[in-house]
């Protein structure tokens, strides 16, 4: 029985748009992120994976407080961060770190890997000498102890990565928030950073939450997988159920978009092709948001917003006329 | 069945001079293109996919040294002159790039940036040009078209900018299309339609196109024939079912063999990094990250030899198992 680590309940972000507009000054609302509930397990991954504007990566800075959520709470191990002061705040920030997608903006130019690394133990004023930690740190990712007095120009972008992983596993975090950690990495690159992410998991047991648009990666490394439109969750469930019998037909058309490297089976699929672009987060469609480039989408879509209902074990959508 | 070349490039060399000395990005490319196909060119980061046709285009910055040759429709492009340049660009060869609102000009309207392209090329007048605007952007997918052609690009989506780019690019039927990376900044919705605009042009107008990219994905999805690029040369290049069943060169195996697919097992990541262009490696560039690695590999550069159905610079090619990926 696995135990929860992280529960994220009615988490809204609105974010104020201040147009100056000739004469005129209007204040728009964009709605990042609403009503984003979901919660994740010790030593378990959850995959969040929507297109650009779906909130994402809103939602990963919201739970570090990186950002303030609108409203909603966001527990962990219990307890209710958006209550603590602060300073408690930052010292919580021990058990939750985050790797960025930008392997080149992520590093100061002027500190060595050594420092950039050992900064979090800095700044949490951990006792002692962090020589010995940080060289340990450098081969738990797969680089070399003498890469600590080097700069980042000096690497490439995978290795680049392994050094925020490596800033990330500083203080022994129990949940890291990956925020697109591969995409930016070639291909026969990125696969040894995902290998990376599973060892270490495998090896310290900590959560991840893994925030990407590539479908195929998240299907690879998360144990649960949460859809993201428009602000919202429009499904999840466990990464099997929802890659093999998706419910929402977002999920569906998403995955039917995402080609396969494998011309013979590509060729022979039936694709369901979604017509236009995602709405504006400014003004969202009323009731279902996917509404406007649902092939399903009847009067009640419109009308009344479809809640997240169980259909299978574990799985979860919001639609008024389901897949299954 | 001998299709016919619309453009061959021969023994392309691309040379910049950085602080760090020269740095040859392309160092001997051979890419034929045969009429009406479409041809993937695939490759990482700094493989020398793009620079290859940019030299092609005559967009490279003069700093850049070109040599080689490319043929279009019997001409040399290699070394022509700007004017003549100018004349090519648009009427017999165009370009599309990943990023379509640097590639419109923010203050005219759409309509008319699709009848400057016509008109530089054909003897039309401003109402003639103007009702093929509105033609081609109903070609390219985009509803409303008479309403849309007098729009200004920020009035467009990432998709719907990307249509009306092609739709500038293939305003006076060219022979080749050449799309860089066209679907990389658009969401795999979105990604999903241009990809099958781009088929529909290539199926009704006969144009040939080469779509570089690094998703495989999306060469599996699309592509007739694939060439993989790896530190400015041709590795391999044959049909596609050939080059994804049974790939010949290392190489694209070991990037077939990276990708995750369904199921859980562990991914295969390709050892090491892309070398250092300054400094490439001795003979095979790949060798350093080759598991067949031999003293062989570290000779003479290899060239493309025909190994059973695909083309493959791979020395050892015919010792290889010739394992499928695909199990």
């Known amino acids: ?324 | 069945m001998m299709a016919e070349k619309v453009l061959q490039i021969r023994d392309l060399h691309v040379t910049f001079d950085t602080p760090l000395g020269p740095l040859e990005a392309v160092r001997g490319v051979d890419i034929e293109v045969e009429a009406g196909e479409l041809l993937g060119v695939v490759g990482e980061s700094g493989s020398g996919k793009s620079v290859s046709f940019l030299a092609t285009m005559g967009l490279l910055p003069t700093r850049a040294r070109v040599t080689g040759s490319a043929i279009l429709a019997g001409e040399e492009l290699i070394g022509a002159s700007p004017k003549k340049m100018r004349d090519v660009r648009g009427r017999l060869l165009s370009m599309i790039f990943q990023d379509p609102l640097s590639a419109l000009n923010p203050v005219h309207r759409i309509g008319d940036q699709i009848s400057e392209m016509l008109r530089s090329h054909q003897d039309l007048t401003h109402r003639e040009s103007g009702k093929r605007a509105i033609e081609l952007l109903d070609i390219v997918g985009i509803p409303q078209p008479a309403d849309r052609a007098r729009q200004y690009p920020h009035e467009f989506s990432g998709g719907m900018r990307q249509r009306v780019v092609i739709a500038i690019a293939i305003a006076n039927n060219p022979k080749v299309l050449i799309a860089d990376e066209p679907t990389t900044a658009l969401d795999v919705t979105v990604q999903a339609q241009i990809l099958e605009v781009i088929e529909r042009v290539q199926a009704r107008f006969g144009t040939a196109v080469v779509l570089i990219t690094h998703d495989l994905g999306v060469i599996a999805r699309v592509a007739d024939r694939v060439n993989v690029m790896y530190a400015g040369r041709n590795v391999e290049q044959g049909p596609i079912n050939s080059v994804f069943d049974h790939p010949s060169h290392p190489y694209t195996r070991g990037l077939l063999a990276s990708l995750p697919r369904a199921g859980k097992q562990r991914l295969k990541p390709i050892t090491g990094f892309p070398p250092n262009m300054l400094q490439p490696p001795r003979g095979c560039a790949f060798h350093p990250r080759c598991e067949f690695a031999a003293e062989i590999c570290r000779g003479d550069l290899p060239e493309l030899r025909q190994v059973d159905d695909l083309q493959s610079a791979c020395v050892r090619a015919k010792e290889l198992p010739r394992i499928g990926i695909f199990v």
């Not at chain 1, 939602?59 to 408690?88: A, M, N, Q, Y």
């Open chain 1, 1 to 324: 029985m696995t135990t929860q680590l992280l529960k994220v309940t009615n988490l809204v972000k609105n974010f104020e748009l201040r147009l100056n507009n000739g004469a005129r000054r209007r204040k728009r609302i964009v709605q990042a992120v609403t009503n984003v509930s979901f919660a994740v397990e010790k030593g378990q991954t959850l995959g969040l994976v929507g297109e650009s504007g779906s909130g994402k990566t809103t939602v990963g800075r919201c739970i570090l407080r990186l950002i303030e959520p609108t409203s909603g709470t966001v527990e962990f191990e219990g307890e209710d961060l958006g209550s603590l002061k602060f300073e408690e705040m930052r010292a919580l920030r021990r058990k939750m770190q985050i790797v960025f997608q930008d392997p080149f903006a992520s590093l100061d130019p002027k500190m060595t890997v050594g420092a950039s690394i050992s900064e979090p133990l800095t700044v949490q004023n951990v006792p002692g000498d962090h020589t010995d930690k940080v060289i340990e740190l450098l081969e738990l990712v797969g680089l070399a102890a003498d890469h600590a007095q080097r700069y980042p120009h000096e690497f490439s972008g995978g290795q680049r990565q392994r050094i925020g992983v490596a800033r990330a596993l500083a203080l022994n975090p129990a949940l890291i928030v990956l925020d697109e950690p591969v995409s930016a990495l070639d291909v026969s690159i990125q696969a040894g950073v995902v290998n990376l992410f599973e060892d270490l998991q495998q090896r310290l047991g900590m959560s991840y939450i893994f925030i990407a648009h590539d479908l195929s990666v998240i299907r690879h490394i998360a144990d649960r997988v949460a859809v993201m439109y428009l602000g919202k969750i429009v499904e999840i469930g466990d990464q099997q159920d929802v890659y093999e019998k998706p419910s929402h037909p977002y999920t569906k058309a998403l995955l039917s978009a995402v080609p396969v490297p494998d011309p013979k089976s590509e060729r022979a699929r039936q694709r369901i092709m979604l017509e236009g672009d995602v709405p504006s987060p400014v003004n969202p469609p009323s009731g279902c948001r996917f509404r406007t480039r649902c092939w399903k989408a009847q009067d009640v879509c419109a009308q009344e917003e479809p809640v997240l209902l169980q259909r299978a074990s574990g799985q979860f959508s919001a639609c008024h006329f389901p897949e299954t």
